[in-house]
């Protein structure tokens, strides 16, 4: 069995997903693991599936032929999990910026960001516009904690940061 991790978008519709099941499924392939979403009328995934060798070709030529769909895709292995996750979650005003400075606090620190979405909305009572994250970060050392709430905190005194429950 080979492992393959595809990126997948096309525009949105009905029974999409259903459609790239089923030749995942027809090809003998197991999905594995996956992010999905709808973004600007956009679908957009990523998979990691097994499948076998000899079928790997032909799945491809399914998939390419999915109205509209266009595909990445790369071969994979198994990573080395993290020896501790933390996952937070941190609103704060929405500016340009935003998501590369979060990025450089983190990667300063030598800690990998292992899952990241955001979205903007607006805020309740004044309709400021608010970027929301929700991160998962991997890390070999627990002590850098203290140092990461710190270090995100610079980025500005509207940062709410918080730790939520840690995943399993």
Not at 14 to 41: C, F, K, P, Y
Request: proline letters at 4%; one cysteine or more.
């Amino acid at each position: 069995m080979l492992r393959y991790l595809i990126t997948l978008q096309a525009p949105d519709r009905t029974g999409l997903v259903e459609q790239i099941a089923h030749a995942v499924s027809r090809h003998g392939g197991n999905w594995l693991d996956s992010e999905l979403r709808h973004i600007d009328g956009i679908f957009a995934a990523i998979l990691v599936l097994e499948i076998p060798s000899t079928n790997w070709d032909d799945l491809l030529d399914n998939l390419e032929c999915i109205d509209g769909l266009t595909l990445t895709h790369a071969s994979t292995q198994a990573a080395k999990a993290p020896s501790f996750k933390r996952s937070y979650s941190l609103v704060a005003y929405d500016r340009p910026g935003l998501v590369l400075d979060i990025s450089n606090k983190i990667n300063a620190l030598g800690i990998n960001i292992e899952h990241f979405s955001s979205q903007l909305e607006s805020a309740s009572h004044t309709g400021v516009p608010l970027f929301r994250a929700n991160f998962v970060l991997g890390l070999e050392e627990l002590g850098k904690i203290t140092l990461l709430t710190e270090s995100l905190y610079l980025i500005g005194d509207d940062v709410q940061l918080d730790q939520i429950a840690d995943p399993a």
